[in-house]
T-cell receptor, first 115, second 112 residues
Framework: KAGVTQTPRYLIKTRGQQVTLSCSPISGHRSVSWYQQTPGQGLQFLFEYFSETQRNKGNFPGRFSGRQFSNSRSEMNVSTLELGDSALYLC??????????????FGPGTRLLVL | KQEVTQIPAALSVPEGENLVLNCSFTDSAIYNLQWFRQDPGKGLTSLLLIQSSQREQTSGRLNASLDKSSGRSTLYIAASQPGDSATYLCAVRMDSSYKLIFGSGTRLLVRP
């Protein structure tokens, strides 16, 4: 099976712009989670989607949003970019429809640089 | 609020040594705990997942233990190799959602 794929892998934007990142989960996986990784804050949970519904949300401003499509692919959007949004954005997928007993499989990430 | 701490932040050992990485958490009511490995600039690779009812899990040269009452987990790496060099992260789940709370990681260097 192919792993979790994320596109694009690298992105450079300027302050005030918006950006959309894409994540394709492992085939058959219905849960997709997003994380932000920065040197200062480490890995922080953004949100999780299951069957096109946001099931959980982290403590991030409303500029961060996401969605999931019927094929389980997910996108996250960041509007009005700030310098502090520069980070590695990681997506993870999992199969278990009944909850978090199984592991999550992470993609390689999208590295976003905001200038 | 759950806090996850990993000590030490960095570790350098010669090849062949057995080593222990530590993870502590403040709220013992966890759902499960997971250890990951991250290579520079890459995503995370799951190493071991321990459910709250389990005490340990083993995979090859890796053994992870969990002591919920004391809020601690350890990752034991036997006979370390240069290829083990990476950052090791522990993460806990507090419920059946997939929200993981991560520690800040231990950066491991295994010297040939």
């Amino acid at each position: 099976k192919a792993g979790v794929t994320q596109t694009p892998r690298y992105l450079i934007k300027t302050r005030g712009q918006q950006v959309t990142l894409s994540c394709s989960p492992i085939s058959g996986h219905r849960s997709v989670s997003w994380y932000q990784q920065t040197p200062g804050q480490g890995l922080q949970f953004l949100f999780e989607y299951f069957s096109e519904t946001q099931r959980n949300k982290g403590n991030f401003p409303g500029r961060f949003s996401g969605r999931q499509f019927s094929n389980s692919r997910s996108e996250m959007n960041v509007s009005t970019l700030e310098l502090g949004d520069s980070a590695l954005y990681l997506c993870a997928s999992s199969f278990d429809p009944r909850g978090g007993k199984e592991t999550q499989y992470f993609g390689p990430g999208t590295r976003l640089l905001v200038l | 609020k759950q806090e996850v701490t990993q000590i030490p932040a960095a570790l350098s050992v010669p090849e062949g040594e057995n080593l222990v990485l530590n993870c502590s958490f403040t709220d013992s009511a966890i759902y499960n705990l997971q250890w990951f490995r991250q290579d520079p600039g890459k995503g995370l690779t799951s190493l071991l997942l321990i459910q709250s009812s389990q005490r340990e899990q083993t995979s090859g040269r890796l053994n992870a233990s969990l002591d919920k009452s004391s809020g601690r987990s350890t990752l034991y790496i036997a006979a370390s190799q240069p290829g083990d060099s990476a950052t090791y992260l522990c993460a806990v789940r507090m419920d059946s959602s997939y929200k993981l709370i991560f520690g800040s990681g231990t950066r491991l260097l295994v010297r040939p």
